[in-house]
């Protein structure tokens, strides 16, 4: 049981590049967020998705898209990347959204744009 | 809207010492509250929770108090070990039937615990 993994762990781009960022949960469960993590800021909440085949915006969801084609996999690309998203990125996943509903963070994605 | 405030870091301290982290928050209705601790190179866990007011949450020698007169939820620890050094959250999530599970974090305290 692996829990919740990224890939990749580390990337650099240059502005303009994309790239896609892998989020896997092998708990079965419902709901999956993408957050990223900037200094002095906490954690800040990208998309998130409530099932299989579906997407909605969080609070900085600007320069992102997301898709959920498989219950298990929530990718996050950046189209066309900006100094402005590097960050740390954190996946994560719940059963569902009581609070006894703990969320599950995978280790995260250093990434740098240049 | 919801936010959560925690004091400036980084904390240093020595083992054995007593630690406090503060949290207070502001929110509508009755939040719940958490505390995640992220150690080197992993992503975040849950330390601990409360659900209402004058609830204690307690994890691994952990404690904090769900404060509703003073929003606050401040975190403590009688006796640090160098394996506590790390950063730590506190969050939030407002309930109701819509939401779909929002966390509001602060920005995070780097602890920082010499032998």
């Known amino acids: 049981n692996a829990g919740v993994t990224q890939t990749p762990k580390f990337r650099v781009l240059k502005t303009g590049q994309s790239m896609t960022l892998l989020c896997a949960q092998d708990?079965?469960?419902?709901?999956m967020y993408w957050y990223r993590q900037d200094p002095g800021m906490g954690l800040r909440l990208i998309h998130y998705s409530v099932g299989e085949g579906t997407t909605a915006k969080g609070e900085v969801p600007d320069g992102y898209n997301v898709s959920r084609l498989k219950k298990q996999n929530f990718l996050l690309g950046l189209e066309s990347a900006a100094p402005s998203q590097t960050s740390v990125y954190f996946c994560?996943?719940?059963?569902?959204?009581?609070?006894?509903?703990?969320?599950?963070f995978g280790p995260g994605t250093r990434l740098t744009v240049t | 809207g919801n936010s959560v405030t925690q004091m400036e870091g980084p904390v240093t301290l020595s083992e054995e010492a007593f630690l406090t982290i503060n949290c207070t928050y502001t929110a509508t209705g009755y939040p719940s509250l958490f505390w995640y601790v992220q150690y080197p190179g992993e992503g975040l866990q849950l330390l601990l929770k409360?659900?209402?007011?004058?609830d204690k949450g307690s994890n691994k020698g952990f404690e904090a108090t769900y404060r509703k007169e003073t929003t606050s939820f401040h975190l403590e620890k009688g006796s640090v070990q160098v394996s506590d050094s790390a950063v730590y959250f506190c969050?939030?999530?407002?309930?109701?039937?819509?939401?779909?599970?929002?966390?509001?974090f602060g920005q995070g305290t780097i602890l920082t615990v010499h032998p």
């Open positions: 708990m079965n469960h419902e709901y």
């Open positions: 969050a939030l999530r407002t309930p109701g039937g819509t939401s779909y599970g929002k966390l509001t």
């Open positions: 994560a996943s719940s059963t569902g959204t009581q609070i006894v509903y703990e969320q599950y």
């Open positions: 409360a659900t209402k007011a004058d």
